[in-house]
DNA sequence: ATGAAAGCGCTAACAG
DNA sequence: CTGTTAGCGCTTTCAT
């Protein structure tokens, strides 16, 4: 790799020079050509490290997510990334794993990585994100929120859930019942809020095992589903609180016979790769690309120098209605 | 953030003793014991970007792929970050969107940001690897080839191909059709020179439009899957060559309420969100994930230093059987 | 407009 | 075993 004083010399100029030219700062027309020459003769690029530890930031952002293998959170690096490089921007795609240490792992690393900014989907309310605040860079919370007064952009959960709800209970369902995620995620807790106000409004009667929490993955969505199946009086419809646990339900009714409209789907979250006609059930759309190009710019924002307060911006879900059920049921 | 002199000041030692204890070189017992009470006592933590330009070299791998948003990536980028990550190294994920110039920009990244090596799936057959191995820097293709001598981790796609076809022809289909990728993409031909050479060695005539060229994408499966059963003597069965085009092609058929075994339906590649009981189709599972720690342990045995002549790994798939036609078929 | 020189934080000789 | 020092490649005063 050349470096700036090679092509100082080969121009003829100084290191300082040739910097400028790199930079944008007045250089005569002159020794703008000289230097051009002869970085494109010995194809120098500014090494980016040097750059970084000079200027105590690098424009690469981190990104957060707790499992990229789930179609939610790489739709949302998606967007996120958009922006970047259009920005000029790297992006670093940490995995977190649902796991506090590693979260806290990674922040350290952008922390020590002087990276320009960070946007992360939190696992842990933890105050470890106040380290690269305390040194000015910016954090964007992204899809769940933390304890912290930073931006986030978020998804109105608790509608979510009401409109799942509702969507199976006006197309005629009267036993709606709910596959919740863990206790823990404040995400799935508020879309199974949502279901609740909906079917005690309607007085029925949610305490017979209707609701089940599972693990947040295919699995989890297939046990529940199991379970649900297994009741005396089974459910006439149920909502899944996110998008995994949504395949692993409806993966189950399919191996039983059991198909939508004959029991009422709703799922909270995207089926991008669901392998039958989606018509039948009803889709309650989760902006997640949507969220990552929301945070990105926000992040941009702020590593641009904006200072106002801090932001919360609020996505919603749209829905897609499915079918109703027979006329038999 | 606190320096290493800073550091030093405190335990009344040298910077360079800091340096050793946080690099575990030989250092009395004592001073070992003052260095670490100053170091938590400020919180300090090495400066990465410093550590970086003095080595010339950082702990971070490029991993360069070009769907972020296809499973088979994402479980292969899942695969390469269990393995860096338990070798202390961190990941950098780069989505080249099947876009050469965003795979030259990604590898000039890489180049100028010192990575410590690069893993990619590449979209090109140009020679702006060979900026990163002139420079000593590891790189390893994963899934396509390159026309470089350099390490490879590859799947035996001609066997995947004539798996697929042959469970099909197996399984009593007679009319086996093909929905392959772009002409551009290797692994996707290789796939389909398997099928062919089933199809043609049981005298089958491939040549009434059985095989279909589509994009690598949901949307491409489904207007394949639509061309083929527009034709006057559809096909009993298809093969399509990869994941998403078998979800389009899957989709469409449950849309026109025609289901597996009813028309035969192998995939090469896995559904891990096909929201159908997945007994019903052939599945020819890549072994994405293990692609990816093979990729992986190969990249960081040649960081640490391994010489040996480049090597070529070629992993098996391994197939799941679908159900046979039903008899009045 | 341009050059000389200092310094970002760290590590590896080299002395001692 | 430990301290001093030079330097990784770049940017930025400070002079000129």
Redesign the interface.
């Known amino acids: ?1 050349a470096t700036i004083y090679e092509v100082a010399a080969k121009a003829g100029v100084s290191p300082a020079t040739v910097s400028r030219v790199f930079n944008g700062l007045p250089v005569s027309a002159e020794k703008i050509d000289l230097v051009r020459a002869a970085s494109d003769e010995l194809r120098y ?6 750059q ?2 000079r200027n105590q930031s ?1 424009e690469v952002v981190g990104l957060l997510i707790p499992d ?2 789930n ?1 939610f959170f ?2 949302l ?2 967007g996120v ?1 958009d922006v970047l ?1 259009a920005a000029g921007y ?6 977190t794993d649902e796991d506090p240490d ?1 979260e806290t792992h ?1 922040l ?2 952008a ?4 990276m320009a900014g960070v946007i992360l989907a939190p696992v842990a309310e933890d105050g470890d994100i106040r380290r690269l605040t305390d ?1 000015g860079r910016p954090v964007v919370a992204v899809d769940r929120d933390t304890g912290l007064n930073i931006d986030a952009v978020m998804v109105d959960n608790r509608a979510a859930g009401i409109t799942a709800a509702t969507a199976l209970w006006d197309a005629g369902y009267r036993r709606i019942a709910c596959i919740a995620g863990p206790l823990e995620i404040e995400t799935t807790e508020e879309r199974t809020l949502g279901w609740r106000q909906v079917v005690t409004k309607h007085g029925a009667d949610s305490s017979v095992g209707y609701l089940q929490h599972a693990n947040y993955r ?1 699995d989890g969505g297939r046990s529940a589903m199991q379970a649900l199946l297994a009741l005396d009086e089974p459910p006439d419809a149920v909502v899944t609180t996110n ?2 646990m ?2 692993g339900a ?2 189950v009714l ?2 039983v016979g059991i198909v939508p409209p004959e029991i009422g789907v709703a799922v909270i979250g995207d ?9 039948a059930i009803t889709q309650v759309h989760l902006p997640a690309r949507h969220l990552g190009t929301t945070a990105a710019k926000m992040l941009l924002d702020r590593i641009a120098g904006d200072n106002q307060p801090a932001r919360t911006v609020v996505l919603r879900a749209e829905v897609t209605l499915g079918l109703a059920p027979l006329a038999a049921s």
């Open positions: 790799m690029s500014p090494n980016k490290t040097a970084r530890l690098s990229i293998e179609p790489t739709a690096a998606r990334e490089q790297s992006l670093v795609l940490c995995n590693k990674y350290d690393i922390n020590s990585e002087n040194r295919v998008n995994l949504g395949v409806i993966q399919s191996e089926l991008p790769f669901a392998t039958l006609s989606p018509r």
